[in-house]
T-cell receptor, first 114, second 113 residues
Framework: AQTVTQSQPEMSVQEAETVTLSCTYD???????LFWYKQPPSRQMILVIR??????QNATENRFSVNFQKAAKSFSLKISDSQLGDAAMYFC???????????FGEGTQLTVNP | NAGVMQNPRHLVRRRGQEARLRCSPM?????VYWYRQLPEEGLKFMVY????????ESGMPKERFSAEFPKEGPSILRIQQVVRGDSAAYFC???????????FGNGTRLTVT
C-alpha cells in the first residue's frame, strides 16, 4: 500500500519570500504520479503541480516548483515570491497507475505573513 | 466545461436519518472517486466507480455506506442511519482516464446533529 507523509503540520512565510514544504512517500510501484493540491478556506481542492515518476526533470508551474528525489522518495514543493493568496492547506498525494486511488498526506497549513 | 458539481454544499441530518450526496462529473469523465475529509485531517479514499460499476470500494465502511454511478445521472453516495462520526466533508473527483489528474468538486459538508 502506498503511504504519503507530510512532517510539517504548519509552516509560515513572509510575503515575497520562499518556502519549501516537505513530503515523503512510499510505494512499491515503478509507475506512479505525485501531486501537490492546495485547499484554501473555501475547501476547494486545487491542483498545484504534478510530477510523473518516470520524468527526471522537476516539474515547474510559475512560482511553484518541486524537488523530486526518486531514490529518497521525497517530493518537496517550493513556493517562490509567496503571496497572501498562497495561504492554504497543502496536500501531497501519490497515485499508482496499477491501483485506482490517490493517497493523500495529512497536509501542511501554510500561513503567509504580510 | 463545468467542473465537478456536488450538491448539496451543506447537508444537516439528525442521527438515524439518511444522507444522499450527489456528484456530477466533468463532461467526458467516466471515472468517479469519493473521498472523505474529517476535521483537521487529509482526504481518505472511499470508493472508485466507473459507469454502472464499482471498481474499488476498499475505503468504504462495510455498513451503512453505499455508492453508485448509474448510466444516466449523477453518482450518489448514500449513508444510511447517520451517526455523529459521519460528520465530515465528502469530496467527489472525476477523471477521463486512469492516468489523468483528478478534478475535485467543492465538497459536501455533512453535519449530523
Amino acid at each position: 500500500a502506498q503511504t504519503v507523509t507530510q512532517s510539517q503540520p504548519e509552516m509560515s512565510v513572509q510575503e515575497a519570500e520562499t518556502v519549501t514544504l516537505s513530503c515523503t512517500y512510499d510505494t512499491s510501484e515503478s509507475d506512479y504520479y505525485l501531486f501537490w493540491y492546495k485547499q484554501p478556506p473555501s475547501r476547494q481542492m486545487i491542483l498545484v503541480i504534478r510530477q510523473e515518476a518516470y520524468k527526471q526533470q522537476n516539474a515547474t508551474e510559475n512560482r511553484f516548483s518541486v524537488n523530486f528525489q526518486k531514490a529518497a522518495k521525497s517530493f518537496s514543493l517550493k513556493i517562490s515570491d509567496s503571496q497572501l493568496g498562497d495561504a492554504a492547506m497543502y496536500f501531497c498525494a501519490s497515485y499508482e497507475t496499477s491501483g485506482s486511488r490517490l493517497t493523500f498526506g495529512e497536509g501542511t497549513q501554510l500561513t503567509v505573513n504580510p | 466545461n463545468a467542473g465537478v458539481m456536488q450538491n448539496p454544499r451543506h447537508l444537516v441530518r439528525r442521527r438515524g436519518q439518511e444522507a444522499r450526496l450527489r456528484c456530477s462529473p466533468m463532461k467526458g469523465h467516466s471515472h468517479v472517486y469519493w473521498y472523505r475529509q474529517l476535521p483537521e485531517e487529509g482526504l481518505k479514499f472511499m470508493v472508485y466507480l466507473q459507469k454502472e460499476n464499482i471498481i474499488d470500494e476498499s475505503g468504504m465502511p462495510k455498513e451503512r455506506f453505499s455508492a453508485e454511478f448509474p448510466k444516466e445521472g449523477p453518482s450518489i453516495l448514500r449513508i444510511q442511519q447517520v451517526v455523529r462520526g459521519d460528520s465530515a466533508a465528502y469530496f467527489c473527483a472525476s477523471s477521463p482516464r486512469l492516468d489523468s489528474p483528478l478534478h475535485f468538486g467543492n465538497g459536501t459538508r455533512l453535519t449530523v446533529t
